[in-house]
């Protein structure tokens, strides 16, 4: 196993236990949850920091969701494949957001230095590379829309992001509600206001 195979597998095995226990989170309980021995971990890594910095950098990782967005058919209906495009969203950004809640709930702030931190611009370049995966989608029906598909994907980003931030559980809108606000506003239009 090559030494980037085994960091991957570590971080694999390591992930749902950062989002369990956070920075209390020891060598020993992801050594038994990667089948390997604690050794292993640090010939991989050279401490617990290293593998937290790891996990936190493949909880933002936007691949996992490119490549779920990448599998949706764009033979089905729009309607569906924002719905499908949503939940994969959604599961990223839960994803990420308990990974790197339970670090910070858990004490764990490091400071990096220059070389450690993430490159300026990366979290732009996530959001750009989803945006463009979510236009994709919905490209194939551009002529039957009143928008460009890319600020069709902006504003269904936009409301993605803000249903994780201020939906409570009895208000919480499904991934159908928005894709058809989206889609066909929000008014009855047998009782349309004026």
Known sequence: MTPEHRRAMIVAAALPLVAEYGAAITTSQIARAAGIGEATIFRAFKDKDE???ACVTEAVNPDHVLRELASIP????LPVRLSD???AIRAHLERMGTVVGSLH???HRR???PADRPPPGSREQSMRVVREAVTDLIEPDRAALRLEPEKLASIFLGMLFTRLHF???DTEPTSEDLVDVLL???LDD???AT
């Open 74 to 77: 764009l033979d089905q209906p």
């Open 167 to 169: 939906a409570s559980a």
């Open 190 to 192: 047998s009782r349309s």
């Open 111 to 113: 400071d990096r230095s």
């Open 105 to 107: 709930a858990s004490g």
């Open 184 to 186: 066909h506003g929000s």
């Open 51 to 53: 593998v937290l910095d």
């Open 85 to 87: 495009a949503a939940e």
